[in-house]
């Protein structure tokens, strides 16, 4: 059962991360959101939750390269809701280059947010998860856990670490109760997407439509961007009672991509 449980999901207040928090509140979860917008947009997002979904929602303004802010965040949803039973690590950053030009800060920082956050937030959680007995720990990857792409070297470091980090907490946490697994999508558009369309633009030398259809959906057999929705119903499932026999599993939603 979902409802009743407490879900945090970590950079939710866009794309995949907010369609996993309003799925999961759609079943009767409450929910802690993520992300850095200004105060006044946070707040109405907060309350439109609320409103829309019936259940309690928080806003957390935490940095998701700050090992001390997630702890902070953690610590103060469990006061606020008793516990938090279901974890999304979502927050992600993009940049593409060329490696020989990669910028250093580029590479620590989608390091600290794509992978470092989500081993501080499972850490943090941890503890909660093992003495009740149940928790779900889902990770969103990408096909770049699995597979790689030129331009991508932090990312696609990123992604495969958070692949490994999901399978040794899934051993770890095995008779804790507690499952722990990542989706893998494929190209999913979301303003992360449309933001590297740019930077590809320039280490490809490409138009923006060549980029969409010759490099994004051309890696999919299907020729079609996976939605925000089909990712959401995955996570949501994940974090139910069905899923329980389900752990340490890098699951890809990705129209084909990796299966060629």
């Given amino acids: 059962m979902i409802r009743g449980k407490t879900a945090l999901v970590t950079g939710s207040t866009s794309g995949i991360g907010l369609a996993v928090l309003q799925?999961?509140?759609?079943?009767?979860?409450?929910?802690?959101?993520?992300?850095?917008?200004?105060?006044?947009?946070?707040?109405e997002a907060r309350r439109r939750i609320e409103a829309d979904y019936s259940v309690e929602a928080l806003y957390f303004p935490a940095d998701m390269s700050s090992p001390l802010e997630i702890a902070q965040m953690i610590a103060r949803a469990e006061q606020a809701f008793g516990s938090v039973d279901i974890l999304v690590n979502n927050a992600g950053v993009q940049f593409v280059a060329p490696i020989e030009d990669f910028p250093v800060e580029k590479w620590?920082?989608?390091?600290?947010?794509?992978?470092?956050?989500?081993?501080?937030?499972?850490?943090?959680?941890?503890?909660?998860?093992?003495?009740?007995?149940?928790?779900?720990?889902?990770?969103?990857?990408?096909?770049?856990?699995?597979?790689?792409?030129?331009?991508?070297?932090?990312?696609v470091a990123a992604k495969h670490g958070v692949a490994g980090l999901t399978k040794a907490v899934a051993l770890e946490m095995a008779q804790d109760g507690v499952t722990a697994n990542a989706i893998a999508p494929g190209y999913v558009w979301t303003p992360l997407v449309e933001r590297q369309i740019p930077g590809t633009?320039?280490?490809?030398?490409?138009?923006?439509?060549?980029?969409?259809?010759?490099?994004?959906?051309?890696?999919?057999?299907t020729r079609e961007f996976v939605t925000v929705e089909q990712v959401a119903a995955l996570a949501v499932f994940l974090a139910s009672d069905d899923a329980r026999g389900i752990t340490g599993a890098i699951l890809s939603m990705d129209g084909g991509w990796t299966a060629q």
């Fill in 108 to 155: 620590d920082q989608i390091i600290a947010v794509n992978l470092s956050s989500a081993f501080h937030a499972i850490r943090a959680v941890a503890p909660g998860m093992k003495s009740r007995k149940w928790g779900r720990i889902i990770n969103i990857a990408s096909a770049h856990a699995l597979v790689a792409s030129p331009f991508k070297s932090a990312y």
């Fill in 23 to 43: 799925a999961l509140a759609a079943q009767g979860a409450n929910v802690a959101m993520n992300g850095s917008r200004p105060a006044e947009e946070a707040e």
């Fill in 201 to 221: 633009m320039r280490a490809r030398d490409m138009t923006r439509e060549q980029v969409i259809e010759e490099v994004l959906l051309k890696a999919q057999p």
